[in-house]
């Protein structure tokens, strides 16, 4: 009877360390698919953080070239203010040039007439193409 006893002893010990192993590989492959997992989901945080970064990166690109764009414009509209400000005096001079004082500097611009002058002795006709 304690042969039956030892041999149903052993082969209950048996089955426990055959069930424990297989627990044991049962764990390790959830263990290895969890990090497996992980290991895919951070490569994808950091793809998107690579496509972010990248994008970041052009827009401020794009900032920095508008920013000197309108830097360029607003020095271009405070020269030409600058000049809008300044000073024009019509003084009688012999060749008709207008003077303008711009921050306390002389200018003189020399005109030249635009419009054709008509005399009464001259026929009405049709401009040429040339004339428009």
């Not at 970064?53 to 020095?75: G, N, T, V, W, Y």
Request: aromatic share 4%; glycine share 2%.
């Amino acid at each position: 009877m304690s042969l039956r006893i030892k041999a149903v002893v052993d082969k209950f010990m048996e089955e426990l360390k055959e069930a424990l192993d297989a627990d044991i590989q049962d764990r390790i492959m959830k263990e290895r698919e969890m990090q497996s997992y992980i290991e895919e989901r951070e490569r994808e945080v950091a793809e998107r953080e690579a496509a972010w970064k990248a994008e970041l990166s052009r827009r401020e690109a794009e900032i920095a070239r508008q920013e000197a764009r309108l830097k360029m414009e607003k020095e271009n509209l405070e020269k030409e203010k600058s000049v809008l400000m300044g000073t024009a005096s019509n003084q009688d001079n012999q060749d008709g040039a207008l003077e303008i004082t711009v921050s306390g500097e002389k200018y003189r611009c020399l005109r030249a007439c635009t419009i054709p002058y008509r005399f009464a002795s001259d026929k009405p006709r049709k401009p040429t193409p040339i004339e428009l």
